[in-house]
């Protein structure tokens, strides 16, 4: 496993109840661990979702993402993290909803992925097909989004993710 900084580098005080935390290993990596509460930190990847919106001439709905983002002014496909207790193939729908503005009916998984674009902030990705409820509508850009647009996989605009690129990759040549 490649290194990565961890969030809890640096911490050295109990979030439970202040006392000085110490490091314990289990499953062999040292853990923030709390000797007067019994608290212990468990950091694990985040969890993304994303939405394969496909038309019936095979291009895909992306989105470009807005400033102040990771990789703003660069396109990909609506998603973003599962929230706590929210299922995952909701938050695909949701967040189709939000950055496109459109609803959708997800699908099978097209691809499961770790990202690592952000060291500091590593992901696990999970991209659904997904069809439009309404084929007629008209996609809108909202929340984290400045455009959307259809483009054919094999001719895709700058791409934030690598992740994307290696999908779009795999749906161009068929
Ligand atoms: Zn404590």
Redesign the pocket.
């Known amino acids: 496993m490649p290194f990565h900084a961890r969030p809890d580098d640096d911490w050295i005080a ?1 979030p ?4 000085p935390l110490v490091r314990v290993a289990r499953s062999g990596i040292p853990r923030p661990s ?1 000797p ?4 212990t930190f468990f950091v694990n990847p985040g969890v993304g979702a994303a939405s394969v919106i496909r038309d019936a001439g095979g291009c895909v709905l992306l989105v470009q993402r807005a400033p102040g983002q990771f990789g703003a002014g660069k396109w990909c496909f609506p998603c973003g993290f599962v929230e706590w207790g929210e299922d995952v193939r909701a938050a695909a729908a949701r967040e189709a909803r939000e950055e496109a503005g459109v609803d959708v009916v997800i699908g099978d998984p097209v691809q499961v992925a770790s990202n690592f674009h952000e060291p500091e902030k590593p992901t696990v990705g999970i991209w659904f097909a997904a069809t439009l409820a309404d084929p007629g509508v008209r996609p809108v850009p909202g929340d984290d989004a400045v455009a959307v647009g259809w483009f054919d996989p094999a001719a895709p605009p700058p791409l934030a993710f690598p992740t994307d690129a290696d999908l779009l990759g795999r749906l161009a040549r068929g």
């Not at 439970?16 to 006392?19: L, P």
């Open positions: 109990c439970r109840c202040r006392a709390c007067a509460c019994g608290f």
